[in-house]
């Protein structure tokens, strides 16, 4: 993993940020479009962490943290680079960024179908809580 890089996006990588999406994460995210990565980068310009190898964009990971909680979006590593821990280096490093602004826990919200994705957090120490449910209210924009 030696040649692995992992640091923050920049506002010129967002744009291959969502095609690299389209291709390696799992389903859409309301905020997927240009100005919601934009928006994201405004906020917080360290957030959204890219890996790359060799020069080549291969996994993403959101770390946000908003002061109270630690939220993890968008973890995906491209299909021809999987099962080479990039997914776990990349939670690393989210977990670095948390653990570095006083964060306590990190959650991320899983798919119940998306079981490869079980696996792969599970592996990492995460564990469901299923004694939650998410509730949600669409803001003013188109409802996904
Ligand atoms: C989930 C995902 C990010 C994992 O990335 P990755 O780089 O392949 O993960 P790693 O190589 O770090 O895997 C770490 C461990 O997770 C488990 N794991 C990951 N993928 C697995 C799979 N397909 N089958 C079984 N176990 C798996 C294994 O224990 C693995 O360790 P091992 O390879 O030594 O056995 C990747 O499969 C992906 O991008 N999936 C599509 C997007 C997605 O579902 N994201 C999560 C949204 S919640």
Redesign the pocket.
Same mark, same amino acid.
């Given at each position: 993993m030696s040649d692995l890089q992992i640091g923050p996006a920049s506002a010129a990588d967002l744009g291959a940020v969502l095609d690299f999406w389209q291709a390696?994460?799992?389903g859409t995210s309301i905020s997927d479009d240009l100005a919601g990565v934009e928006r994201l980068h405004e906020r917080d310009p360290q957030a959204l962490l890219l890996a790359r190898r060799d020069g080549e964009l291969v *996994?993403t990971v959101i770390a946000g943290f908003d002061g109270w909680r630690c939220h993890l979006y &968008? @973890?995906? $590593?491209?299909?021809g680079? &999987? &099962?080479? *821990?990039? *997914?776990?280096? @990349?939670?690393a490093a989210a977990e670095e960024r948390f653990v570095a602004l006083g964060g306590r826990r990190a959650d991320?919200? $899983? @798919?119940v179908r998306?079981e &490869?994705?079980h @696996? %792969?957090?599970? %592996?990492?120490g995460y564990g469901p809580q299923d004694q939650w449910k998410r509730w949600v209210k669409p803001l003013g924009g188109p409802t996904r």
């Open positions: 390696a994460a799992e *996994g &968008r @973890l995906a $590593v491209h299909p680079h &999987r &099962r080479q *821990g990039i *997914g776990t280096a @990349l939670l991320a919200m $899983v @798919l998306n &490869r994705a @696996l %792969a957090w599970e %592996a990492a």
